[in-house]
């Protein structure tokens, strides 16, 4: 019902910034909770951050709290993930996806994107 498409992704330096961008191609994005999972080479799915359908309450993975940022303006049906600090760890492919109700587990999202390539460099 929800197709998500990121983009953003690209090659950093450590201790650089990218934006990340997540586009809905429904108009109802405004009933659900978006948030972003990210998958590193030889590791499993990890949660990075969510927020509820208002903007109002964002949660964040310890290990990217103070360095990321996830907002969302549902008129554009879009959500952006800002990381900045970025360190070579946060390698990996960034998934944006959708759920009914708030999480801070990849469990609870029923729609994900394919994915954009994060790549930090030492």
């Known amino acids: 019902q929800v197709h998500l498409v990121e983009s953003g992704g690209g090659l950093v330096q450590a201790g650089g910034s990218l934006r990340l961008s997540c586009a809905a191609s429904?108009?109802?994005?405004?009933?659900?909770?978006m948030g972003w999972i990210r998958q590193a080479p030889g590791k499993q799915r990890e949660f990075v951050a969510s927020?509820?359908?208002?903007?109002?309450?964002?949660y964040f993975a310890a290990s990217v709290k103070g360095r990321f940022t996830i907002s969302r303006d549902n008129t554009k049906n879009t959500v952006w993930l800002q990381m900045n600090s970025l360190k070579p760890e946060d390698t990996a492919v960034y998934y944006c996806?959708?759920?009914?109700?708030?999480?801070?587990?990849?469990?609870?999202?029923?729609?994900w994107g394919r994915g954009t390539q994060v790549t930090v460099s030492s």
């Open positions: 927020i509820s359908r208002s903007g109002a309450l964002r």
């Open positions: 996806a959708a759920a009914l109700s708030l999480t801070q587990s990849t469990d609870g999202f029923a729609y």
């Open positions: 429904e108009s109802t994005f405004g009933n659900y909770v």
